[in-house]
């Protein structure tokens, strides 16, 4: 099979990725609001990691706060500790929440909810150990981080968009590259997977960091964005449990499902928590519990019994 | 010091057991993971405190009321989507991402019908004075539910071991397609054991204001990751295994508050990772994969 | 593969990104001298709910009060103005709380930017008014961080940072020769940590010996054992700091273990007095200390704006509930304003910012005095004093005990 598509420069769903990108470097000069801007492109990233995730070996990470918590703590710390340049700490950031990824690798064992609730656990492992009053020295504990110094609300916003493009990238790539396939492969039937020669648990583990990483990267940008922040405020469960739905409801294992997901619902977010408040768990939970009774696929899954292809 | 460490640790032990042990039974039953389980518990906590509230009822005596109410509400859940589920392609999974949904529209109620703030009922409820066991003084909320919890252990015991709907119930459990065969009615027995196990969170609710704190609408989530630790240590699928489970993770918690109290609100997460990862099985209950 | 559902696919995405970013937000004129529009934040769910809406409810109320009277006079127009009060609902989420604050400088273009309560839901404003060169009029979050000496654009109305809270309360522990022992138990995050630390160094060198002093993390609501622990180490005086559900739960437990101490303190029960008493009871609150803030607390020196019996009586009409502490904080933020419109030639920030500088320490409100530290825009006047509790015959009267200018009596020690 030509996983690049042909006649044209880009792979399958490239071009959505670029347009998207190209729109939030222009909608800064339009529209005044950047921090909903920047907040929009973290989830569309997040969502992507989730996909990249659940979406293409069907673990799901309740506790994918804990990299995104330990990315902004990672680059923080290497602010303050080992006055990197921000660019510099983001990366630093990135490590420390694969690190973490590696550490944890051991719960891919278990499967499904087991996984789920354990992951979730870890998180708030991770957030203990970090808000701890005993490490106050190192993590300044639960007193929170102050990055003025450092805050640049314009470079923060053009990271961001760089974090972006590359969670965009990563599915992309996923989506037409053997890695890709094989993961599907390993989601839908594991034992087979195993038969016809692909390394179940290299794969696997492979989808784990590089959704580490992603959330890694959005944290610490999002650190150097707020430049205040708590650990709760970082650690926020709800910081998953929004990723989550958004890839749920737009259709996990594509590029648009997650984007449209993210665009429809975030924006729904802001629409109602600007002018109507209350109300929006509920309808979060509701749609939730409508999109396992009646769409388990999610919005890409209408287009596809339509027969259009989503990529 | 010591021994009132080990007999508090043993009164909240009894107490966890009673508010992890419906969301085993559950397990049991239905092989899913009842995610709003500590929403049930909280919407206990609110009833036993809108009724001591409007009428001054004892949460010992609103224990009926709990058990009317949510054994009707667990029926009524069962039969409006648990069918439908375990038809579906990927049961374990789809449920589990349900019954989160579900757990967000109850505590987004809870809000929008009790607010935020935090509640709480008097201790003084159970009589001012302290209670003394074995030379310790403790509150006398605190030896009332354990008390409770001991009986109501005892309830699910007598349900299971010594009646005829409890023997179709393990029948169940064990396998769902063989306790067909044999001509029992399994959705009626397993909505019975939902209705079950949200009626025992409820109860547990009832006495949560002593136990764990105030009653606040986002408790849920926090109370089922900690009913989830206190299964996987004891043994999941097993309903008693949770007395186990309870007394390790009371006794654990109340050496962590006293010695390393700074530490104490992880150990939870981390008892459930290290089983979860090395005896998946739990401390009772034979090796099987989950994987 | 054919090219149009694709196509189609594409417009709808772009239709839901115009929708999500332009439908929401009317695109507002240049400011014109026709009203005066203060932003500000509240949170109807989350932790922050409960404090943040009284606030609110009490910035509301004076924002209903000038209007009636025509509007507040703004003196870079030489007229009075309407006042229009812009509050969205954080949800207290910071994440949320930052688009909401970018939202009102950038969108709304509001002329005064006011904080959400208390610390953690200020300190994303902190950087985004500085950002956008807004002066952020900070109600009640007394984090220390937040007051630098390189940003000009902030300033705390309504309670002074918190690392002074304990001034009045060590003071008082020195002169107490019968309490040589106290246990110090709070709640780890800024405002209790730093109350802690400021007076674990009062208390240095003193009589005073500190035989427990022990953080704990802000979500503790069982307080049982760590009482056991607190009651090994013997005290004269017990001193709990913490956020309202801290304190509600410590004097639960305290209450439920028949402990008795001769000295008991903690902060709430001298803010929101009436949320304490429904919580935990009058028999639990007797003869216990605090620091007592208005309404509890009458300041009479006011030069400004109405006394507390007018406000509590206005307040009352208007509310049908008794005003609490939060109430008068969102309400001196609203006579703070007020002052600064007065006063300022022009309404760019930092002129606002000056004519603060200005009238600092010379505002006597129902909240005390109003003093900021010139440099850094934190509060330092509206000190905190020591009350304690008696039992009258039908309810518990505060007693004031120190500072000596505004006691009242003394204390009555032990506690029976």
């Known amino acids: ?311 | 010091m010591i021994a009132y460490t080990l007999l508090a640790g043993l009164l909240f032990g009894l107490y966890f057991s009673l508010v992890a042990v419906g969301l085993n039974l559950v397990f049991g039953v239905m092989r899913l993971i009842n995610l709003a389980h500590g929403d049930f518990l909280m919407l206990g906590a609110f009833l036993a405190y809108g009724l001591y509230t409007a009428a001054g009822v004892n949460p010992v005596y609103a224990i009926p009321a709990e058990i009317v109410a949510f054994v009707l509400a667990g029926i009524a859940l069962y039969y409006a989507v648990v069918p439908r589920l375990l038809s579906s392609r990927d049961p374990e999974m789809l449920s589990f991402i349900l019954l989160f949904g579900l757990s967000q529209i109850i505590e987004a109620l809870a809000v929008i019908a009790f607010g935020n703030d935090q509640r709480a009922i008097p201790a003084t409820v159970f009589g001012a004075r302290p209670v003394t066991v074995f030379g310790q003084t403790f509150p006398a909320a605190w030896v009332v539910s354990g008390v409770v919890s001991a009986a109501a252990i005892l309830a699910v015991y007598l349900y299971l071991y010594r009646s005829r709907l409890g023997y179709a119930t393990r029948a169940v459990m064990a396998s769902r397609d063989e306790a067909a065969s044999t001509g029992i009615n399994v959705h009626r027995v397993s909505a019975i054991a939902l209705g079950v196990g949200l009626a025992l969170a409820a109860v547990a609710g009832a006495f949560s204001p002593f136990m764990l704190g105030s009653i606040e609408p986002d408790m849920g989530i926090r109370i089922t990751t900690v009913s989830f630790a206190v299964i996987v240590i004891g043994s999941l699928g097993n309903p008693l295994g949770t007395v186990l489970g309870g007394l390790v993770y009371g006794l654990g918690l109340m050496l962590m508050e006293t010695y390393f109290p700074s530490w104490a609100d992880m150990l939870p997460y981390v008892l459930l990772i290290l089983i979860l990862l090395i005896r998946p099985s739990g401390l009772l209950g034979q090796r099987v994969r989950l994987a | 593969m054919s090219i149009r559902p694709l196509l189609r696919f594409w417009l709808f995405a772009v239709a839901v990104l115009s929708v999500a970013f332009f439908g929401s937000t009317a695109v507002q004129a240049a400011p014109m001298p026709k009203e005066i529009r203060i932003g500000t934040l509240y949170a109807d769910s989350g932790p922050f709910a409960v404090s943040s809406q009284s606030q609110l409810q009490g910035l509301e109320f004076w924002v209903d009060h000038v209007n009636r009277e025509g509007g507040v006079y703004v003196k870079a127009y030489g007229r009075k103005l309407p006042v229009k009060l812009i509050a969205y609902n954080d949800r207290s989420s910071t994440t949320t709380a930052a688009t909401l604050y970018n939202q009102l400088i950038t969108q709304d273009h509001v002329n005064i930017l006011a904080a959400d309560f208390g610390s953690v839901l200020t300190s994303v404003a902190v950087p985004i008014a500085q950002e956008h060169k807004m002066l952020l009029f900070d109600q009640t979050g007394t984090g220390a961080n937040f007051f630098t000496n390189d940003n000009p654009y902030i300033v705390l109305t309504s309670l002074p940072t918190s690392g002074i809270w304990p001034y009045a309360l060590a003071d008082f522990l020195k002169t107490q020769k019968q309490i040589k022992r106290a246990a110090l138990l709070y709640a780890t995050n800024d405002f209790t940590g730093s109350q802690a630390q400021t007076l674990r160094r009062r208390l240095q060198g003193s009589h005073v010996k500190l035989v427990f002093d022990h953080g704990v993390a802000t979500s503790t609501s069982s307080y049982a054992l760590l009482l056991h622990n607190v009651q090994a180490a013997r005290p004269d005086a017990v001193i709990e700091f913490g956020f309202p559900n801290n304190d509600i739960a410590f004097l639960h437990d305290l209450q439920a273990s028949g402990m008795k101490f001769n000295m008991v303190f903690t902060i709430f029960p001298g803010q929101l007095f009436a949320l304490m008493e429904k919580s935990v009871g009058d028999q639990t609150l007797a003869y216990t200390y605090t620091y007592p803030t208005p309404p509890l607390l009458v300041y009479n020196k006011v030069n400004y704006g109405m006394g507390l019996n007018d406000f509590q009586q206005e307040f009352r009409q208007a509310n049908g509930k008794d005003p609490n502490f939060l109430n008068i904080a969102g309400f001196n933020t609203g006579l703070v304003i007020q002052k600064t419109l007065q006063t300022a030639a022009r309404l760019d920030q930092l002129a606002l910012r000056r004519s603060i500088v200005a009238f600092s320490g010379r505002l006597h409100t129902l909240n005390g005095t109003f003093k900021i530290d010139h440099i850094t825009g934190a509060q330092i006047g509206e000190n905190l004093p020591v009350g304690q509790f008696i039992p009258g015959k039908h309810a518990l009267t505060v007693r004031m005990l120190y500072p000596p200018d505004l006691a009242t009596g003394k204390p009555v020690y032990p506690a029976p």
Not at chain 1, 9 to 20: D, F
Not at chain 1, 36 to 44: D, G, H, Q, S, T
Not at chain 1, 85 to 109: H, Y
Not at chain 1, 197 to 213: D, H, K, P, Q
């Open chain 1, 1 to 311: 099979m030509d996983y690049w598509a042909k006649g044209c420069g880009l792979p399958r769903g490239g071009w959505y990725s670029v347009g998207v990108v190209a729109l939030f470097i222009v909608l800064p000069f339009v529209y005044g609001n950047h921090d909903l801007l920047f907040n929009m492109m973290m989830y569309l990233a997040l969502a992507q990691g989730i996909n990249v995730l659940f979406g293409f070996t069907g673990y799901l990470p309740f506790g994918y706060v804990g990299f995104f918590g330990s990315g902004a703590y990672g680059a923080s710390l290497a602010v303050l500790l080992l006055h990197l340049p921000p660019v510099l700490a983001l990366l630093v950031g990135a490590v420390i929440a694969v690190l973490l990824a590696l550490l944890l690798a051991p719960l891919l064992r278990l499967s499904g909810a087991y996984f789920a609730i354990a992951s979730l656990a870890a998180s708030e492992v991770v957030y203990y150990i970090v808000s701890n009053p005993h490490l106050e020295s190192l993590t300044q504990g639960p007193y929170g981080i102050s990055l003025a110094r450092a805050y640049d609300a314009d470079a923060s916003y053009a990271a961001m968009v760089v974090v972006l493009a590359l969670a965009f990238g990563v599915v992309v790539y996923l989506r037409n590259s053997h890695l890709g396939l094989a993961l599907q492969a390993i989601r839908e039937e594991p034992v087979s997977a195993e038969f016809a020669g692909v390394n179940v648990v290299r794969e696997r583990t492979c989808a784990w960091l590089l959704s580490a990483a992603l959330a890694g990267l959005a944290g610490g940008t999002y650190a150097w964005h707020v430049s205040v922040f708590y650990p709760k405020s970082v650690f926020d469960l709800n910081i998953s449990v929004f990723a989550i739905v958004f890839t749920l409801f737009g259709g996990v294992a594509t590029l648009l499902g997650p984007i449209v997901g993210t665009l429809l619902l975030y924006g729904l977010y802001n629409w109602i928590g600007i002018s109507q408040p209350e109300y929006f768990q509920l309808v979060f939970g509701i749609v939730i519990v409508m999109l396992v009774l009646f769409l388990p696929n999610g919005l890409a899954s209408l287009l596809r019994r339509v027969n259009v292809h989503v990529p």
